[in-house]
C-alpha cells in the first residue's frame, strides 16, 4: 500500500487548468482497482492518493502518467505502508485483495 501526498508547485489558477484532466487519470485508475481514495488537502495546497500496488515502480509510472506530473503541477512523496490495524473487516479485504 502507499500513500502519495501531493504538494501543488504552482498557483491554484495553474493547478485548476489541469484539475479535470487529473481526476480523469484518477477516475480511469479507481476502474482499474488501483486507487483506495484521494482527494485534496485542507487548505488546499496538494492532495492524497491511497494506491494500492505490489511495489514502488508501479507508483512511479503510475505518477509518471499523471496530468499534475507531466505538467509540472505537482510534487509527489511517496510513503509505502502495510496495514496492520483496520476498522472493519471490510477494509481490511479492499485493502488486502
Known sequence: ??????KYKKSLSEVDKYLQAHRDYLSANYEKGYLIASGPQNPRAGGVIMIKAINKEFVDKFISQDPFFINDIAEYQIVEFTPTMFFSDELKDILNT
Not at 500500500?1 to 501531493?6: D, G, H, L, T, Y
Open 1 to 6: 500500500m502507499f500513500i502519495a501526498i501531493v
